[in-house]
């Protein structure tokens, strides 16, 4: 009988297409950090790529699915679960970018399981009555004041520390009208509740200082003082210890919608990314708050 001497036919080589000139990790890197928009989000994602790649030990290309967990595993030792998984949603970001560019010839970033988050946005809106058990709970004017702009205009606690005196616009009518630096470099214009604004004037300084400073001097309030003290108020209060800056800007929301504020004021105040472009006209000098739509009783003493 004769052999089968059929050949099956030679493998194909397909070419990888390189659609970067980074040609060390170090110079992907930054060119996927390039990509990002917000100066705040470039820098938080650059040191959190450079603490990777320093625990990684070896160049991106070497490394297998084992030696990218391990590096994970050892910069979150020490992170809260969420400040973790953030911090591998952003590896699994750089690996992906690598992948895709033709850098990197297998994404090791698909295999890596990210836990979802246990917390959902619900569970961190405090009530109407906690909140003002929170200012009522302050030890100082100054902290009673800063849970009161935090609370009333919605801000981000990075936003609410950027604040100087200059940003504080009094208007002729009488309101308080906030110049507010938010994500990605955006500014908005934010009316504070009457009372919250009255309040806020009760600290004016010069236009170029902060308007929550260090108790230690002229500094700027950082943003891990200001929720190490909002934990103090809310244990004060009997509100829930694991409370941050970011629950009063989810209340704010959920209670200004709750009072009839539209969809559209509350991403205006809040300064949500999906605002039409002509907004930026129509709320340079607002009429309307989703603030205004808060209870005054929560603000009185």
Do not use: C
């Not at 309101?175 to 600290?203: F, I, M, T």
């Not at 990314?273 to 205004?292: K, M, V």
């Amino acid at each position: 009988m004769a052999s089968d001497t059929t050949k099956l036919p030679s493998p194909v080589t397909i070419a990888t297409i390189v659609a970067t000139s980074a040609k060390t990790d170090k110079q992907l890197v930054e060119s996927w950090v390039g990509s990002l928009n917000s100066e705040y989000t470039r820098r938080n994602f650059e040191t959190t790529a450079n603490r990777f790649l320093a625990a990684l030990g070896k160049p991106l290309r070497q490394a297998t699915v084992e030696d990218v967990r391990d590096a994970l595993t050892s910069i979150t030792a020490d992170y809260a679960a969420s400040s973790a998984r953030q911090a591998i949603l952003r590896i699994k970001s750089l690996l992906s970018y690598g992948h895709r560019l033709g850098y990197l010839q297998f994404n090791a970033g698909v295999v890596i399981k990210v836990r979802s988050e246990s917390r959902s946005v619900a569970k961190r809106i405090v009530s109407e009555v906690e909140i003002g058990l929170l200012v009522r709970a302050a030890r100082t004017r100054r902290d009673r004041i800063l849970v009161e702009v935090g609370y009333g205009g919605g801000l981000r606690v990075s936003e609410i520390v950027g604040l100087s005196w200059a940003d504080v616009i009094e208007r002729p009518d009488g309101k308080v009208q906030l110049n507010v630096l938010g994500k990605g470099g955006k500014v908005r214009q934010v009316l504070l509740p009457s009372a919250v604004g009255r309040s806020l004037l009760s600290l004016r300084a010069d236009a170029d200082d902060p308007v929550f400073r260090s108790r230690k001097g002229a500094a700027r309030l950082t943003v891990r003082a200001v929720n190490h003290m909002l934990k103090r108020v809310a244990g004060i209060a009997g509100v829930n210890p694991k409370l941050s800056a970011h629950w009063l800007r989810h209340a704010h929301g959920s209670h200004a919608m709750d009072r009839g504020a539209t969809l559209a004021e509350v991403q205006t105040t809040l300064g949500h990314d999906n605002i039409a472009t002509t907004s930026g006209y129509l709320h340079a000098r607002p009429d309307s708050s989703s603030g205004l739509h808060l209870d005054p009783g929560v603000f009185l003493r």
